[in-house]
């Protein structure tokens, strides 16, 4: 009689320890894909925050035309970006007819960025 006692003790036991880590589990994974949503919009907006920096320092504070390496160093942020609300603007921006379209855009794609960058 005892040993059957503490056999169903010992499943009780068990059973609500399976319970116990289980419910741990799904928590830590909730926290975990939280975590990782976290890190990935601080990934985007690093890149965003870089492109602007080096758009900004290139092109908005050039005094000369910009080069071609800073062009293509600029399309490459850009595109880096994977974001294609940001590339349609650049691209905008880029194909740009007159200087008053440019400014134009300029400001669009400055509202662009800004708007692209998460706070939590």
């Known amino acids: 009689m005892t040993k059957q006692k503490i056999t169903l003790i010992i499943i009780l036991v068990l059973f609500l320890g399976c319970i116990f880590f289980g419910f741990k589990y799904f928590s830590l ?3 975990l894909r939280k975590a990782q949503a976290t890190l990935e919009t601080q990934k985007t907006n690093e890149k ?3 492109f602007t920096k080096l758009f900004i320092e290139k092109v ?8 071609f390496k800073t062009r293509l160093k600029l399309e490459i ?5 994977e974001d294609q609300e940001i590339l ?3 691209q905008k921006f880029v194909n740009s007819q007159t200087e008053n379209e ?5 400001k669009d794609l400055l509202e ?6 998460k706070v939590k």
């Open 29 to 31: 994974q909730k926290e």
């Open 48 to 50: 965003v925050l870089e």
């Open 60 to 67: 908005l504070k050039a005094e000369t035309e910009v080069d």
């Open 77 to 81: 942020s850009v595109r880096d970006l």
């Open 88 to 90: 349609n603007q650049w």
């Open 102 to 106: 440019a400014q134009n855009n300029v």
């Open 112 to 117: 662009v960025l800004v708007t692209k960058i």
